[in-house]
């Protein structure tokens, strides 16, 4: 269910099955109603959803439509790596014996979403005298990044600033009011539904 914030219009509703997770059924909510709206020449700009639709492939489609993503990020997100820093032109990580971990390539997850695989020499971990701590397992230290980490730093930032929290709250204010008003007093007796996505009228 997409509502409109200004004024609690429900502008899109849809039903899926409940085998899939939400983050992967935003691109076909968001998809038909940014042209629904758009050809009634009200474009669509933000979109505010809870953390369920936290997804590296979501916020990169929504950036490259112009749509501004207020999307929680899920918690397993770390922008940073313990010990490892990271040179975004080389696109490797340094490990805390100065050794690097170049990038190997991609592997995927059954949502779709991109990882990139990084490592570092097997020789210059064997003769590490950290291995038995940093990789006792392997014969060499390994890292997965997400592929889209350039676009949860940027919804982490989002986030975190007062915009951010605002738009928290305008989503929470938007969309649970709709489903009361549903329950109270349409004779909605059931709502087979977990989470509701609210794009905001207020930069169309």
């Not at 933000?46 to 639709?53: F, G, I, L, S």
């Not at 990139?116 to 003769?127: G, M, T, V, W």
């Not at 938007?174 to 930069?203: D, I, M, W």
């Amino acid at each position: 269910m997409a509502v409109d914030e200004a004024h609690g219009v429900i502008s899109h509703v849809q039903a899926d099955f409940a085998d899939q997770r939400d983050c992967t059924l935003l691109p076909s909510i968001v998809t038909p109603l940014h042209q629904r709206l758009t050809t009634q020449g009200l474009p669509l700009r933000e979109v505010a959803a809870d953390t369920n639709y936290s997804n590296g492939v979501n916020y990169a489609l929504l950036e490259a439509q112009g749509i501004t993503p207020w999307i929680p990020v899920f918690g397993k997100y770390k922008p940073q790596i313990e010990g490892f820093s990271y040179d975004q032109e080389a696109d490797c990580f340094t490990c805390p014996a100065g050794k690097q971990l170049l990038f190997k390539g991609f592997d995927s997850d059954p949502d779709g979403r991109l990882s990139k695989r990084y490592s570092a020499s097997s020789r210059d971990c064997r003769l590490c005298p950290r291995k038995p701590t940093c990789a006792p397992k392997s014969t060499k230290r390994k890292l997965t990044r997400t592929a889209y980490d350039a676009q949860y730093r940027r919804a982490l930032a989002r986030q975190q600033s007062r915009p951010g929290r605002r738009m928290r709250r305008l989503r929470q204010r938007t969309v649970e009011p709709v489903f009361g008003s549903l329950l109270q007093h349409y004779g909605l007796r059931r709502v087979n539904t977990r989470a509701a996505v609210a794009p905001t009228k207020r930069c169309f």
